[in-house]
């Protein structure tokens, strides 16, 4: 069975300041892993994934995510927030076939 | 190419009335999943399908909810009756074994009074 955390429920970080947003997982498989964004009342958006092969992963708006194996985790890096970057963000870990999703972090950018 | 979509956007009704929500998935993905995501959670698995079969409804109560995809294409979510606890965000997505990737259509917001 995987099982996602996501420690921080509410992130406040003013705009053009670096932020990470934290993701560990377990799992007994080996998984895949992603970031989605929602925006007040959408869907989710897929922001970035790992599936295999370099560990650094990025998103065409500026986010980075790291996987790290040895600390089962997955967190997200920005350098510098924007206030569009308010929203809410989803870790996800999917093992054989189901995702399995964390309980999300607002990220609220302060100008 | 089009995105998941969803119908209706919003939904209110009174409880033990019926409702019934639909998506259709993105071309060509052949997994289409239904969420329930309640306010302040992450979205919870309702019900997989792989085509025109369910393979994994584990978490539907299905005393009340049933859900069908019967051309493996479009799929309808039916509650029946609705609780005050059903008020919720109802999410479909849909995946494909070439990207491994879910993706959402916009969902349903559910209001039961």
């Known amino acids: 069975a995987q099982s996602v955390t996501q420690l921080d429920s509410q992130v406040p970080v003013f705009e053009e300041a670096p932020v990470e947003l934290r993701c560990n997982y377990s799992?007994?498989?080996?998984?895949?892993l992603f970031w989605y964004v929602q925006y007040p009342n959408q869907g989710l958006q897929l922001l970035l994934k790992?599936?295999?092969?370099?560990?650094l992963v990025e998103s065409i708006n500026g986010f980075e995510a790291e996987f790290n194996k040895s600390q089962t985790s997955f967190h997200l890096r920005k350098p510098s927030v924007h206030i569009s970057d308010t929203a809410e963000y989803f870790c996800?870990?999917?093992?054989?076939?189901?995702?399995?999703f964390g309980t999300g972090t607002r990220l609220k950018v302060l100008a | 190419e089009a995105g998941v979509v969803q119908s209706p956007r919003y939904k209110i009704i009174e409880k033990k009335q019926p409702v019934a929500f639909w998506c259709n998935p993105i071309?060509?993905?052949?997994?289409l999943y239904w969420y329930r995501q309640n306010l302040g959670q992450g979205p919870e698995l309702l019900i997989r399908?792989?085509?025109?079969?369910?393979?994994?409804d584990s978490q539907l109560p299905k005393d009340r909810f049933s859900a069908e995809r019967l051309k493996g294409v479009d799929s309808t979510l039916k509650i029946q009756p609705a609780e005050l606890g059903d008020s919720a965000v109802y999410l479909c997505?849909?995946?494909?074994?070439?990207?491994?990737?879910?993706?959402f259509g916009p969902g349903t917001r559910l209001t039961v009074l």
């Open positions: 997505a849909s995946s494909s074994p070439r990207t491994d990737t879910q993706y």
């Open positions: 799992s007994s498989v080996s998984v895949y």
């Open positions: 790992y599936l295999s092969g370099s560990t």
């Open positions: 996800a870990v999917r093992g054989t076939y189901k995702y399995i």
């Open positions: 071309s060509g993905h052949n997994t």
């Open positions: 399908y792989e085509n025109e079969e369910a393979v994994d």
